[in-house]
């Protein structure tokens, strides 16, 4: 019997499908993310950067479970979005992603200790466990100021 290691093993799938908001500025990585995260039972609704987000965030708000944002992107900084977005939907899962790890990220005030980050690349198993954790992880506070705690 093949022993598996914890990079080997996905999640389980979600009970029903958790809706995510996929906000990516390559047009390649958003397409390929999108697939592997719609191969991985979720659906995902994808934006190409902040504004679309938030345009988007304004239609489906009340559907989405969890944002997946790159950190870095032209415009506005994932966190800043995430201020937006659990602005108009406080308590929102959110998931960070960049090519930049945590620790050079971090002390620019981009991250917080306990904020879910995913780090590119990632495989696909990577990727689906994570979410699945993000998704599983308490609710962000909705108090004003509390996104500075929580990511």
Not at 17 to 22: E, G, P, S, V
Not at 86 to 105: E, N, W
């Amino acid at each position: 019997m093949a022993e598996h290691t914890e990079a080997d093993v996905v999640a389980s799938p979600p009970k029903r499908a958790a809706t995510i908001l996929l906000v990516e500025d390559e047009p390649a990585l958003l397409r390929i993310t999108t697939r592997l995260l719609e191969r991985g039972g979720f659906s995902v609704v994808a934006a190409d950067g902040p504004d679309e987000a938030l345009r988007l965030a304004a239609l489906h708000g009340d559907h989405i479970d969890l944002l997946l944002t790159d950190v870095i992107m032209p415009g506005m900084h994932g966190r800043d979005l995430t201020t937006a977005i659990r602005g108009q939907h406080p308590g929102l899962k959110c998931l960070f992603m960049s090519g930049y790890t945590a620790d050079v990220i971090a002390p620019h005030g981009m991250l917080q200790d306990d904020v879910q980050f995913i780090q590119k690349p990632f495989s696909s198993v990577g990727l689906l466990n994570k979410v699945r954790a993000a998704l599983d992880a308490p609710a962000a506070p909705a108090a004003p100021g509390a996104l500075d705690a929580a990511g």
